[in-house]
């Protein structure tokens, strides 16, 4: 049974776009219903492969949106932003529409994800498209009711850059989970400061080394590198810090 498991994974299969939505400018979100979908857990991704007319072939990784749901197993999200002079997301933002088919293999990953039963609280830090794993963790805090505290602290340059505005006001409703943007370039009136996350933000914003908590840092190389810096410099476990990186040319987005 584990080993079709892992064989149903690794092999490419067929969905179909069922809805697509605007986030950003820039970034869109794609469901899928994939028929064999052998469910996935909040922080993994998939490969999805384009295919052209001449038989070239081009693929990338995306982090999953969603959480899996029982009552829709079959049904996942995607969230592409899309990077200049891309081969794959320019049309899987632009082009891709209701009805189309798309080839994906998955879910991929292990170590960079959250599930309910895990103990101690979450901290959850994304630099733009980062958060899109992130978001799947939230989905999957409130889809099992956890009573986990969550904090995201989500980097964006400007307020028209966020993505899940809607969704995440909803899930910050939620006494248990805690939201808190921080916009690098230009931010919407009243909100005090304007700078990247830096060592006076962790110290106010996120959650304490004692607090005995999981941290899941995700978005450009850079980002998490010096996010993950400051972690660490300000006590945090190395051990309880993990990191999803992405870059132009691959890897999770």
Same mark, same amino acid.
């Given at each position: ?117 895990? $103990? @101690? ?5 994304? &630099?733009?498209?980062?958060? %899109?794993?992130?978001? +799947?963790? =939230?989905?999957?805090? #409130? ?67 004692? $607090? @005995? ?5 995700? &978005?450009?190389?850079?980002? %998490?590198?010096?996010? +993950?810096? =400051?972690?660490?410099? #300000? ?19």
């Amino acid at each position: 049974m584990e080993r079709t498991a892992i064989r149903r994974r690794l092999t490419w299969q067929v969905g179909t776009v069922t809805d697509v939505r605007r986030e950003t400018e820039t970034a869109r979100t794609i469901a899928l219903e994939v028929p064999d979908w052998p469910g996935h857990v909040a922080g993994q991704h998939l490969d999805v492969r384009l295919t052209a007319d001449d038989g070239y072939r081009a693929s990338r990784s995306y982090s999953i949106a969603s959480a899996w749901s029982k009552s829709q197993p079959s049904t996942i999200e995607l969230t592409v932003e899309q990077v200049p002079d891309g081969e794959v997301s320019p049309y899987l933002v632009d082009v891709l529409k209701v009805g189309d088919p798309l080839e994906i293999r998955g879910p991929v990953g292990g170590w960079f994800v959250w599930k309910p039963e895990q $103990d @101690g609280p979450v901290q959850l830090i994304g &630099g733009g498209s980062g958060v %899109v794993p992130l978001r +799947a963790m =939230l989905r999957a805090h #409130a889809e099992a009711g956890s009573t986990t505290p969550v904090r995201l602290l989500y980097s964006v340059r400007r307020p028209e850059s966020v993505i899940y505005v809607s969704d995440l006001k909803d899930l910050a409703a939620s006494d248990d989970v805690d939201v808190h943007l921080v916009y690098t370039r230009d931010a919407p009136a009243g909100e005090p400061r304007v700078g990247r996350i830096d060592a006076d933000v962790i110290s106010k914003y996120a959650l304490k080394p004692e $607090d @005995g908590g999981t941290t899941y840092v995700c &978005g450009p190389t850079p980002f %998490v590198e010096t996010v +993950a810096n =400051l972690l660490v410099a #300000a006590g945090h476990d190395p051990a309880r810090v993990r990191t999803e990186r992405f870059g132009p040319t691959g890897g999770p987005r």
